[in-house]
């Protein structure tokens, strides 16, 4: 079935480091691959998403690469802040019409030490 | 709403009870997903609606778990016969066209 594999489960970066966590995912019809931010007790928020027709997305300090031949992507943080310690969730889904059902990886923890 | 809302935030009960989880969506999103997360887990997909198709059920674990969605607006998961294992927080995310999954804050599933 489908199936999304996340690394590392644990990140720790010194403030003003780059982070980065890798996602594989096994369908190779799956199109649109969102990244969500989970804090302590909150509820995931997006924070950048890439469909398959594009290869890099950026938005400031964020950026996520797609390769689809690997059915690979990953999500790149430059200049960690504290505030930037969460868990990470990638997912992955195949959809013609809407974003549909995400198949999410196991998560990251990452801490930034001040 | 503003977002998607989700009652009750915090629910305990015994073993073999039945429950019943409530998600209202954004106001005018087509979509709405079920999905659960365990402690210290991802998210797993449960049940998904796109407007009056049939929903997508295959994340269902067991026969124990169904839901509604009246109205193409609210949603209602329902667990019967519960079990120590359906402990989780149980979220509901909504979306609209190619518009990405919105979440609620979950409701906590305590089973004793």
């Known amino acids: 079935g489908e199936n999304v594999e996340q690394h590392p489960s644990t990140l720790s970066v010194q403030e003003g480091d780059s982070a980065v966590i890798k996602c594989t995912y096994s369908?190779?019809?799956?199109?649109?691959f969102p990244w969500y931010k989970q804090e302590l007790g909150k509820r995931p928020q997006l924070i950048i998403d890439?469909?398959?027709?594009?290869g890099e997305k950026k938005d400031q300090r964020i950026a996520v690469t797609l390769n689809k031949t690997a059915k690979h992507f990953s999500l790149h943080i430059t200049e960690t802040q504290p505030e930037d310690s969460a868990v990470y969730f990638c997912?992955?889904?195949?959809?013609?019409?809407?974003?549909?059902?995400?198949?999410f990886g196991q998560g990251t923890t990452l801490q930034v030490k001040p | 709403g503003a977002g998607v809302s989700q009652s009750p935030s915090n629910k305990v009960t015994e073993k073999g009870k039945d429950v019943e989880l409530r998600c209202d969506p954004i106001?005018?999103?087509?979509?709405l997903y079920w999905y659960r997360q365990s402690l210290g887990q991802g998210l797993e997909f449960l049940i998904y609606?796109?407007?009056?198709?049939?929903?997508?059920k295959s994340g269902l674990p067991s026969d124990r778990f169904s839901a509604e969605r009246t109205g193409g607006s609210v949603s209602t998961l329902t667990i019967q016969r519960t079990q120590q294992e359906d402990s989780a927080v149980y979220l509901c995310?909504?979306?609209?066209?190619?518009?990405?999954?919105?979440f609620g804050d979950g409701t906590r599933l305590s089973i004793l």
């Open positions: 995310a909504s979306s609209s066209g190619w518009q990405p999954q919105h």
């Open positions: 369908d190779s019809a799956s199109n649109y």
């Open positions: 609606f796109q407007g009056n198709s049939a929903p997508d």
């Open positions: 997912a992955a889904s195949k959809s013609s019409s809407n974003t549909g059902k995400l198949i």
């Open positions: 106001s005018g999103h087509t979509a």
């Open positions: 890439i469909r398959s027709n594009v």
